[in-house]
């Protein structure tokens, strides 16, 4: 396993700007994710560290050693893509064994190390069966099982589950992280499923159009957004325009019509001045909702406009004078309805600020 470095890489196609100068490093046997919508530049980012494309600035480092001109079949890369292409008339040892032959491992060494990289994923004996002998899932572990079984330095996987339906999907983030846990290589796995970013990740990086917005741990980039793009796509998030009304040391204060002053962390990276303006970024589940007519400090009364029930859950839509809010809350005894008088609330530790929208 290594470390593997981006320092100020680019990569161009005409005009079009696929990725714009990134520096991400991934640490030593960790599990880092590219997230991000479609076309934002993570397959690029991919590719370039695969040796399937060039940079066209920048240099990437792979412990310790600048890879840049080293060609792909001899980065010790093993990839993993989307359609997982087993070669469907091949059997399932022969499909695992097919990048040790261009390694000069001798027949039975390979034997035995497809026997071994089936038992990592967990599907012992199945050498002599056909791809499409296997379920969807179980190709998409044959699929790892190749792409471990060389040893590789580092993992590369292109959204690996996306073929995969809903349920399967979810045992297979928790079957694919036990895996990279168990041989402890640094892996490299892209997804524009935030869910699945949060709960697979060591780190994310969070990308939009070619820029690396964020670089944290689930729970950093999750809680103390660097943008508004951050903020908008992990999770649902009520953004109120403020006014920046001061500091202290524990925050900023921000104050809005709908809430008054609120002081709030701030994460490292944004820079407010004094009497600017802002956004007051507030987590849909971090908004309370309780009976009417208590007037509490960080609370402000307001109008229930639309239940989206959801069994333990409900969205509530709530109007507190021009401003509508969504809200997250779990569900004890009865849930309001639609023309309920409430009271909302929240609790400033769990609040963002963020730069002005300037759109
Ligand atoms: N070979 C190519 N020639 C021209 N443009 C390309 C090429 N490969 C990618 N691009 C462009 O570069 C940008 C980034 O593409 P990339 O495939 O990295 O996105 P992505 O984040 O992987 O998206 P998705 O989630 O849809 O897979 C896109 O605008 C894409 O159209
Ligand atoms: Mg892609």
């Not at 040796?51 to 310790?64: H, S």
């Not at 600048?66 to 010790?76: A, C, F, G, M």
């Not at 695992?96 to 026997?115: H, N, P």
């Not at 809010?325 to 639609?338: D, H, T, V, Y």
Request: with cysteine; aromatic share 6%; net charge negative.
């Amino acid at each position: 396993m290594a470390r593997v470095e981006l320092i100020n890489i680019q990569k161009s196609y005409g005009s079009v700007q696929a990725v714009k100068n990134a520096n991400v490093v991934f640490e030593e046997g960790s599990f880092t994710t590219l997230l991000g919508p479609s076309g934002c530049g993570k397959t690029t980012i991919l590719r370039m560290v695969s040796g399937l494309a060039d940079p066209t600035n920048g240099d990437i480092v792979v412990g310790g050693k600048r890879i840049n001109n080293v060609p792909i079949h001899k980065r010790n890369l093993g990839l993993v893509f989307q359609n997982y292409a087993l070669f469907p008339h091949r059997t399932i040892g022969e499909n695992i064994a097919f990048g040790l032959k261009y390694r000069g491992v001798s027949k039975s060494d390979a034997q035995e190390k497809v026997r071994h990289s089936l038992d990592i994923v967990r599907l012992p004996g199945v050498e002599d069966r056909y791809p499409q002998q296997l379920s969807g899932g179980q190709q998409q572990r044959i699929a790892l099982a190749r792409a471990i079984v060389i040893e590789p330095d580092v993992l590369l996987l292109d959204e690996p589950l996306s073929a995969l339906d809903a349920n399967l999907r979810e045992d297979m983030r928790v079957e694919l992280k036990a895996i990279q846990d168990r041989i402890g290589v640094t892996t490299i796995f892209v997804t524009h499923d935030q869910s699945e970013a949060l709960a697979m990740s060591d780190k994310i990086v969070v990308m939009s159009a070619g820029v690396v917005e964020q670089i944290g741990a689930p729970d950093e980039v999750y809680n103390t957004p660097a943008s508004e793009f951050v903020a908008t796509f992990l999770g649902a998030s009520n953004l109120l325009p403020a006014t920046v009304a001061g500091r202290n040391e524990t925050g900023v204060i921000m104050e809005t019509p709908e809430f008054g002053k609120t002081c709030v962390p701030v994460a490292r990276s944004i820079t407010l001045g004094d009497a600017a303006k802002g956004q007051l970024m507030i987590r849909a589940e971090n908004l309370h909702l309780t009976k009417a007519s208590i007037t509490k400090i960080d609370s402000a009364n307001a109008v229930v406009e639309a239940v989206d029930y959801q069994g333990q859950l409900a969205r509530y839509f709530v109007r507190i004078g021009n401003t509508q809010l969504q809200a997250i809350n779990m569900i004890s005894g009865r849930p309001f309805s639609a023309g309920d008088k409430v009271n909302v609330s929240l609790i400033p530790e769990e609040c963002s600020a963020l730069p002005a929208n300037d759109t």
